[in-house]
T-cell receptor, first 113, second 112 residues
Framework: NAGVMQNPRHLVRRRGQEARLRCSPM?????VYWYRQLPEEGLKFMVY????????ESGMPKERFSAEFPKEGPSILRIQQVVRGDSAAYFC???????????FGQGTRLTVV | GQSLEQPSEVTAVEGAIVQINCTYQ??????LSWYQQHDGGAPTFLSY????GLEETGRFSSFLSRSDSYGYLLLQELQMKDSASYFC?????????????FGQGTTLQVKP
């Protein structure tokens, strides 16, 4: 059973471009969570989704950021008009319908130049 | 607001025991989890306390006291490979599929 798959692992974008980060949860997992991590800091919750629904987006910036988890395909975290402050590691985690354990992907390192 | 406090750094020698404390202030507390992260890689689940008391998993144990808003992770028989960052995380909400709120992490350095 493959783990949580994130791609790309590394992404470089120029200021003003769009960044799309993908996350395929573990098989059988219906809950997806996105986190952002700056160097030497903890993981900051961004958004929690189930298939076709956003459950909690209290950690998402109000502008430029959006997330989706369609019926088919991976979850997507989209950042429009990136700025240098968006540079960070973005982690996706998934969990089964019940249970406290979260399985994390290897993350996408976004660098905005 | 929600906040978690844990020490920023801990150093110990191989074979020793180390305890990493975590205090939290949060509404909607459901349980306390611990995660390990090596060199910015994928965080990995270590343990979860939904009820007060001690949970033991091999060399690692975790404790929770809801009345004190306090928990700790205990690592025994330390090995060099245990050098990593350790995060406590509050499970928030009314069920165990809610969001995790992470502390800033404790960097553990294990010396020979």
């Amino acid at each position: 059973n493959a783990g949580v798959m994130q791609n790309p692992r590394h992404l470089v974008r120029r200021r003003g471009q769009e960044a799309r980060l993908r996350c395929s949860p573990m098989k059988g997992h219906s809950h997806v969570y996105w986190y952002r991590q700056l160097p030497e800091e903890g993981l900051k919750f961004m958004v929690y989704l189930q298939k076709e629904n956003i459950i909690d987006e209290s950690g998402m910036p109000k502008e430029r950021f959006s997330a989706e988890f369609p019926k088919e395909g991976p979850s997507i975290l989209r950042i429009q008009q990136v700025v240098r402050g968006d540079s960070a590691a973005y982690f996706c985690a998934s969990s089964p319908p019940s249970g406290p354990m979260r399985h994390f992907g290897q993350g996408t390192r976004l660098t905005v130049v | 607001g929600q906040s978690l406090e844990q020490p920023s750094e801990v150093t110990a020698v191989e074979g020793a025991i180390v305890q990493i404390n975590c205090t939290y202030q949060t509404s909607g507390f459901y349980g306390l989890s611990w995660y390990q992260q090596h060199d910015g890689g994928a965080p990995t689940f270590l343990s979860y306390n939904g009820l007060d008391g001690l949970e033991e998993t091999g060399r690692f144990s975790s404790f929770l006291s809801r009345s004190d808003s306090y928990g700790y992770l205990l690592l025994q028989e330390l090995q060099m490979k245990d050098s990593a960052s350790y995060f406590c995380a509050v499970l928030h909400g009314s069920g165990n599929t809610g969001k995790l709120i992470f502390g800033q992490g404790t960097t553990l350095q294990v010396k020979p």
